[in-house]
Every structure is written in C-alpha cells, then in structure tokens.
C-alpha cells in the first residue's frame, strides 16, 4: 500500500512519516507523481523521488527469487559514484544523471 492510501486509511506508520519529514512549512507541487506505460517489450514507468522506495520493494516481493533486468536513470546533484553501480553519468549544470543498466540482478 502506498503513502497516500495509508494516509487516507489512517493507517500512518514510518514510511509514511518519512515522505514528510524532509519538507517545511509550505505548498510543494508536482509531488508523489506516476507515470506508467506498458508496450510490447514490457513497461516504462516514471515516478517522483516519492516512490522510489516503495516501487523498489514492491518490484523485490514480486521477483521473490527470480532474476530481472534493471534500466533507467538516477538523478540527483549529489556525488554517487561511490555509492551505485552505472553505466554512464551525464551532467548538466550540476545536474547528474546516472544511467544505470544491471543484468540479472
């Protein structure tokens, strides 16, 4: 279940907590958004930071003990070469984008 269902569900818990604590006071737009496409070779999904966390533990209990195919982007303007595997960064105005492409994982 996601944050915001848990939200409307009262069903608050730490994850829940979590997706707040880093905001002040305020009106924050475009947040916890979602896009999601399905084609033949399989699916394309876009998230906000938001769900990273919950979209990689949802995809973890459905693999269970199988092996898939990772492609995709992080983007952040902080220094994770040290942190993640990648394939390639590229930068822009402080921006990195860490293309990232991990085999049977």
Do not use: C, P, W
């Not at 979602?34 to 209990?61: H, P, Q």
Request: proline share 0%; glycine share 4%.
């Amino acid at each position: 279940m996601n944050f915001i269902k848990k939200i409307f569900d009262n069903q608050t818990d730490n994850s829940v907590h979590l997706q707040f604590q880093k905001f002040s006071r305020g009106e924050f737009r475009n947040r916890a958004l979602i896009e999601a496409k399905k084609s033949k070779s399989g699916y394309k999904i876009k998230t906000s930071a938001e769900f990273a966390n919950e979209l990689v533990k949802i995809m973890a209990e459905k693999l269970g003990e199988r092996k898939t195919n990772v492609a995709g982007a992080i983007i952040s303007t902080s220094d994770l070469k040290n942190e993640i595997k990648f394939k390639e960064i590229k930068q822009f105005h402080g921006v990195k984008k860490y293309l990232i492409a991990l085999k049977n994982i």
